[in-house]
């Protein structure tokens, strides 16, 4: 099964959807997706600095519940309301999972996707609330899909950090401080708000950001 990454990349970098995103944020195609690219890895990070400690893994697991994948089944809707100014569903969830996830630290993750892909602050933090429902719903429709448990979440979504840290070294620093607080449970209060592989990562990495 090909990377996380790799996948996300190509369900919101191409086509249709990365034209709705650029949109919706007001950016240019080529930067939006560059900005995608440089995005996914710090959501992915986070979550896996959650999944790292027996409670925070526990809280995520828990958390997914509410995120099956529905979210993936029109990403140009989604992206649509995003575009129209609206604030329903996953588009409202995606500010409270950040806040969780970079723990008060949005704009030093925004600054370094925006040293990446050439996106200004202002259009990056545009990004970063569209993305968060969608790597959530991803994430959420493998454990169905696949039949994970909690461990084998924590250790795909470990493995793919490794693999982004490998790749892109310069983002070890900011993966290291997405956990706020360092007890590793970043997604404990996500369930109660929201109720209700290497393969192929380093090639796309190097083809959309150059490195």
Not at 72 to 77: E, F, K, P, T
Not at 89 to 109: P, Q, S
């Amino acid at each position: 099964m090909s990377g996380i990454f790799e996948q996300l990349l190509g369900m919101v970098g191409t086509g249709d959807e990365l034209a709705s995103i650029s949109n919706a944020i007001g950016g240019e195609p080529s930067a939006t997706q560059r900005g995608i690219a440089a995005a996914l890895p710090m959501l992915i990070g986070g979550l896996a600095n959650n999944a790292a400690s027996p409670q925070g893994a526990s809280s995520l697991f828990g958390a997914l519940s509410d995120h099956d994948g529905s979210v993936l089944g029109d990403l140009v809707g989604l992206l649509g309301a995003a575009s129209g100014g609206g604030a329903g569903g996953g588009l409202a969830d995606g500010a409270k999972i950040l806040g969780h996830i970079f723990g008060g630290r949005n704009d030093n993750v925004a600054t370094a996707v925006s040293q990446k892909s050439g996106l200004d602050l202002g259009t990056v933090m545009k990004l970063l609330p569209i993305l968060a429902p969608i790597v959530m719903g991803f994430i959420g429709k493998m454990k169905n899909d696949n039949g994970l448990d909690q461990s084998a979440v924590s250790q795909a979504l470990g493995q793919e950090k490794a693999a982004v840290q490998e790749q892109e070294p310069g983002l070890g620093g900011l993966l290291g401080m997405l956990d706020a607080d360092g007890d590793g449970d970043i997604m404990g209060e996500i369930g109660g708000l929201l109720g209700g592989d290497k393969s192929g990562l380093g090639s796309i990495l190097g083809k959309v950001l150059g490195g």
